[in-house]
């Protein structure tokens, strides 16, 4: 998981085109837009944080490093 | 034999109701949690005559569960034997999940 990587989608692209990408990527199908991401469950990954943090600034009128905290908060509360 | 989601309300009697128990543990922020979950499914159909019990566990919200295979890295399964840890692997690999599972014969 890449941090860039996620902010560059947040910035770039709309909840529409990334839960757009999410149903490619599941039915294994080409997103309309690049997803980096060294094999299909790393770019998934990326596309579910841009989500997870798109609907978190736009639910708690919150900013991008605030929600990049919460997010990563849920990562690391998983695997600790 | 389908897979049994379980948390940590029944994780623990799951583990003592059935002799052989793997379990697959992911998180809904987990990209190659969710592209293993089909072949989970498959590994578990195909199994169903080895007496396998093939549990999920949401590694985020059931911290005991979670903690008692010392989830590290996801998608992680552990294979347990008479309610005992046996084994487990961090992978997303279908081969690496099989042969953690076949420590239980």
């Known amino acids: 998981m890449k941090m860039p990587v996620i902010k560059r989608l947040v910035e770039t692209q709309t909840l529409e085109a ?24 790393e770019k998934l990954t ?32 998983s695997i600790s | 034999m389908p897979v049994t989601k379980a948390t940590d309300a029944d994780f623990q009697n799951l583990l003592e109701a059935n002799d052989k128990v793997v379990v697959k543990y992911y998180a809904d922020w987990c990209g190659n949690c969710r592209l293993f979950s089909p072949k989970f499914k498959r590994m578990a159909e195909a199994m169903q005559e080895q007496g396998i019990k093939f549990l999920d566990v949401n590694a985020e919200t059931s911290p005991e569960a979670r903690k008692l295979a010392s989830v590290t890295n996801l998608p992680f399964f552990a294979v347990f034997r008479n309610g005992e840890l046996l084994d487990t692997v961090a992978a997303s690999k279908e081969e690496a999940v099989a042969a953690l599972i076949s420590r239980l014969n």
């Open chain 1, 18 to 41: 990334l839960v757009a990408a999410e149903e490619a990527l599941l039915e294994e199908q080409a997103p309309a837009f690049e997803v980096e991401g060294e094999d299909e469950g």
């Open chain 1, 46 to 77: 990326h596309v579910f944080a841009a989500i997870f943090i798109r609907n978190h600034m736009q639910d708690h009128g919150s900013e991008f490093k605030d929600a990049l905290r919460e997010y990563t908060k849920k990562v690391r509360v």
